[in-house]
């Protein structure tokens, strides 16, 4: 079968051509911004890129088109698809009738942590010689890909609560019927389709009523917001967790910052961790993993010492390079209390150490200017703040700089930004970059520059 993928380009998609190709298929795409690392990893898989949405591409004639999200009605190329009686589906549709079809599938949900979460059972399976397949919106190290068919019966999935097609605006994770599901936690997000909190609740349980009452629900123990879904109406059996509530699973930690704690199912010790990752909300989402682990028949024990060689996932709190004394990490925190705890984690780990948050507030939510009262205490944990003020934000940023206080400044320009922090920055720093995009290469072009300085 050929595969037309429109949107390819995006981690989604990217998955879905290449699980696709695994597959056997032939699979070609499109998208506007064809550029690394998504490009490269699928030249490298032999699959074909257009660049753009030219409606000429539909000539290659395929047999189906997979319709990405960034897609909209009055798109020429979606105009000339609809004309032209070519079969369509969606990427989440496509994934559960062509991969997750007679799988076990575990499906992780929630505002914050799907990404962590989803490698880390994946990682915790493949340890135990399960050969897991995956899809995950991040590359974890100890793979090196974001997306694997697997030859086992387990496929792990990131259960992303975003809008599937231009004619499903259903949930993606709404296709893909789990026999475990991991809800991590749930906030208001995505104000660019969801009106408020409710609208996402009644999506989570839409999740909920397609897991079968033979398989689990793991679920956070401090999240009122799911509380209010399972109000609604729950049919499967749920396990909780938590490091800071009473739960099923929860943790006892040996150090501070979250980087060696004991595993505890129901009052009893079943394992240890002793990983690099910092972070009560990663202890949080090692606790979820385990649980999810065991539905599909990991020991906890087995499951913990798989963590404790768990090497993280790019972008989350990664450390990009030391450069005269200052550590670069990149982080794709994004909302309010993703910041908060991402800056507590690291905290924890540093000390005293002068922490540095740079934050660009590239979301659609933020664009919006939703979350602009919850940021200045998201940031309160930084001893420096600096916010990047796109041209496109469309509110002002002067105003949450103004609200943290004078440890606050705004920057218009990722050049000037660069020069700033140069000038500012001193050995001992820690350097906290957060943004869910590239932001114009600045963790590179801040470390070349330190770089250049030194010896200076």
């Given at each position: ?349 540093v000390g005293a150490a002068r922490i540095v948050a740079v934050l660009e507030p590239r979301s659609n939510t933020m664009k919006r200017g939703v979350h602009r009262e919850e940021l200045p205490a998201s940031l309160a944990g930084a001893d420096r703040v600096w916010l990047y003020q796109p041209a496109d934000l469309g509110w002002d ?60």
């Amino acid at each position: 079968m050929h595969l037309h993928i429109l949107g390819i380009c995006g981690t989604f998609m990217g998955g879905v051509a290449a699980l696709a190709q695994a597959a056997g298929h032939r699979v070609t795409g499109s998208d506007r911004n064809v550029y690394p690392p998504m490009s490269t990893q699928l030249a490298a898989l032999g699959i074909g890129l257009v660049e753009g949405y030219d409606p000429g591409q539909l000539d290659l004639a395929p047999d189906v088109v997979v319709v990405g999200n960034v897609m909209s009605r009055g798109n020429p190329l979606i105009e000339r698809l609809l004309d032209s009686g070519i079969p369509y589906t969606s990427g989440p549709q496509w994934l559960a009738e062509h991969v997750l079809r007679g799988r076990h599938t575990v499906a992780v949900a929630g505002t914050h942590g799907k990404t962590t979460t989803s490698s880390m059972v994946a990682w915790i399976l493949e340890q135990a010689g399960l050969a897991p397949g995956f899809l995950i919106g991040g590359v974890p190290a100890g793979f090196d890909q974001s997306a694997r068919l697997g030859s086992g019966a387990a496929f792990v999935v990131e259960a992303d609560e975003y809008d599937t097609a231009f004619f499903d605006k259903r949930a993606k994770f709404v296709h893909y019927r789990p026999r475990t599901a991991v809800l991590n936690n749930l906030e208001y997000d995505h104000a660019d389709i969801y009106p408020d909190l409710a609208s996402i609740q009644r999506q989570f349980h839409h999740l909920l009523r397609s897991v079968p009452g033979s398989g689990r629900i793991v679920c956070n123990a401090a999240a009122p917001a799911l509380d209010e879904v399972f109000a609604m109406g729950c049919w499967t059996p749920r396990e909780t967790f938590s490091c800071r509530a009473d739960a099923d699973w929860q943790a006892r930690l040996e150090a501070a910052d979250g980087s060696v704690f004991r595993v505890l199912y129901r009052a009893e010790l079943v394992g240890t961790v002793n990983w690099p990752l910092i972070g009560l909300h990663n202890v949080d989402n090692a606790l979820a993993a385990i649980a999810a682990a065991q539905h599909v028949g990991v020991e906890p024990a087995a499951a913990a010492a798989a963590l404790s060689a768990f090497a993280g996932v790019r972008r989350r709190m990664e450390l990009r390079g030391v450069a005269r004394g200052i550590a670069v990490y990149d982080d794709f925190a994004h909302h309010p209390t993703a910041i908060a705890t991402t800056i507590a984690g690291l905290r924890a780990r540093v000390g005293a150490a002068r922490i540095v948050a740079v934050l660009e507030p590239r979301s659609n939510t933020m664009k919006r200017g939703v979350h602009r009262e919850e940021l200045p205490a998201s940031l309160a944990g930084a001893d420096r703040v600096w916010l990047y003020q796109p041209a496109d934000l469309g509110w002002d940023l002067g105003e949450v700089a103004a609200a943290v206080g004078p440890q606050a400044a705004v920057a218009s320009a990722v050049g000037a930004l660069v020069e700033a922090l140069v000038a500012e920055l001193r050995p001992g720093d820690q350097v906290l970059v957060m943004s869910n995009g590239s932001f114009d290469g600045l963790h590179a072009r801040l470390i070349a520059a330190l770089q250049a300085g030194e010896g200076a």
